[in-house]
């Protein structure tokens, strides 16, 4: 099937629209090779409309550290990097040919802030969970069907006010009624539809559903009412008293 996204472009926005809002939206040289790429070779980046978002969000949060599962060939990555040169971004990913393309697409940026784990993320999460790591950002653009795995854990991961964001979970329109193959897609339609389920019901996160590109979650750690003070350390009260 010849997907939109083969043209960098939403199954989601009518095209004409997002060619419109396109031109609006400046890309730098390095990520305007990348789509063509990423286009010529049918490889799946972040939808430039998407990136132009997480660009703006991130320029807007100004995190000090980034945690990406999802690599692929650095669109996503390099995108953020522009976006907030003085954050450290870790970014994970099991695919070693792309990792390979990526690496030479952030030579070209000139990148000095990011590291490249090559790995599965779940043991690298798991990992970051034994050892209390924290991050302010977690952008997660890998295999949908795995969200709802790494979702408590991503959470987990949060500083306070941290925030989260998860890429394609409209899935092309399919997790709202959109018909698709349902022998090819119905796992990751069901999957998906029970981590959007799941995050309805988080009383420590806000939670926002956008139509960019192909459906941003973002996920917002909250203070809890009355601000973090608010909550009683048990060494703060005697048993005494
Ligand atoms: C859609 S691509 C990422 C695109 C990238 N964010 C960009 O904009 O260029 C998804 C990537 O996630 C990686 N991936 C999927 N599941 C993974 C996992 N469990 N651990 C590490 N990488 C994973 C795949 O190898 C693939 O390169």
Known sequence: MDF??????????????????????????????????????????LLPSSAVFLKFLVKLIKPKSILEIGTGIGYSTITMAEACPEAEILTVDSNAKRLEVAERFFQRAGLKNVAVVHSDAFGVVGDFLAEGKKFD???????????????????????????????????RGYVCGKSYDEKRYSRTVNLLKLFLEQVKEYPNFEVTLLPVGDGFLILKKKAPKGGWKSYVDRNDVSLNS
Do not use: C, H, M
Not at 26 to 37: A, G, N, P, T
Not at 139 to 167: C, H, M, T, W
């Open 4 to 45: 939109n996204r083969w043209k960098n472009l939403s199954e989601i926005i009518p095209a004409d629209v997002e060619f419109f809002v396109n031109t609006y939206n400046f890309r730098s040289e390095v990520l305007k090779d990348i789509e063509e790429f990423a286009s010529k070779e049918k490889v799946p980046i």
């Open 137 to 171: 950002f977690i952008f997660i653009d890998s295999v949908k069907s795995e969200y709802p795995f790494f979702n408590f854990k991503v959470q987990a991961l949060l500083e306070e006010r941290g925030i989260a964001v998860f890429d394609n979970v409209l899935f």
